[in-house]
Nanobody, 115 residues
Framework: QVQLVESGGGLVQPGGSLRLSCAAS????????MGWHRQAPGKQRELVAR???????NYADAMKGRFTISRDNAKNTVHLQMNSLKPEDTAVYYC?????????WGQGTQVTVSS
């Protein structure tokens, strides 16, 4: 089992920045990748960014150049730095942890981009 707790969401103006964090606990050694997804009202959940145990990252096209995923192994935490935020980035952001054959989700954190 893996438990994930997200933090850092909130309200920000267009063009602003936010940093999300996801703290993992439990079967940490079994995690081979972590990532962020988001879900806007009326839309399907979509990948935002992913980082694997080797440190390789990948991003959805809409986030490339604006979002950066990173990890702090000592604190079992993954961060998502979001810059140049747009109203269309408004969504609930979910952290996920991938183990062999299983995916765990956090409870989600709301990000609202509005003036």
């Amino acid at each position: 089992q893996v438990q994930l707790v997200e933090s850092g969401g909130g309200l920000v103006q267009p063009g602003g920045s936010l940093r999300l964090s996801c703290a993992a606990s439990g079967s940490i050694s079994s995690i081979h990748a972590m990532g962020w997804h988001r879900q806007a009202p009326g839309k399907q959940r979509e990948l935002v960014a992913r980082i694997n145990s080797g440190g390789s990252t990948n991003y959805a096209d809409a986030m490339k150049g604006r979002f950066t995923i990173s990890r702090d192994n000592a604190k079992n935490t993954v961060h998502l730095q979001m810059n140049s935020l747009k109203p269309e980035d408004t969504a609930v952001y979910y952290c996920n942890a991938d183990l062999t054959g299983r995916r765990f989700w956090g409870q989600g954190t709301q990000v609202t981009v509005s003036s």
